[in-house]
């Protein structure tokens, strides 16, 4: 099991960005996909970005353009970069690694947009 530790929330106005990271504990070479989800306070966990093991990214469809997933195979690191933020992108954002047979979880960083 990966311990995956996301870190680059914080309070940011609208229109600003900020860049989330989430580094691995090992190699990230071995996952068929990393990405990201988002939890609103009250609401469910949103699938927001992936990126495969050969580098094709895919977006929640509203979010593309603003939001842009990549990652750093020799830094074991997956990125998040989020652009011109929105109060409604306040949330707990969440990195996950995946196989074919498992699913592993950060502990999640906030991220809150203010108006």
């Known amino acids: 099991q990966v311990q995956l530790v996301e870190s680059g929330g914080g309070l940011v106005q609208a229109g600003g960005s900020l860049r989330l990271s989430c580094a691995a504990s090992g190699s990230i070479s071995r996952f068929n996909a990393m990405g990201w989800y988002r939890q609103a306070p009250g609401k469910q966990r949103e699938w927001v970005a992936s990126?495969?093991?050969?580098?094709?990214?895919n977006y929640e469809d509203s979010l593309e353009g603003r939001f842009t997933v990549s990652r750093d195979n020799a830094k074991n690191t997956v990125y998040l970069q989020l652009n011109s933020l929105k109060p409604e992108d306040t949330a707990i954002y969440y990195c996950?690694?995946?196989?074919?047979?498992?699913?592993?979880w950060g502990q999640g960083t906030q991220v809150t947009v203010s108006s």
């Open positions: 990126i495969s093991w050969g580098g094709r990214t």
């Open positions: 996950y690694a995946a196989t074919a047979l498992a699913m592993d």
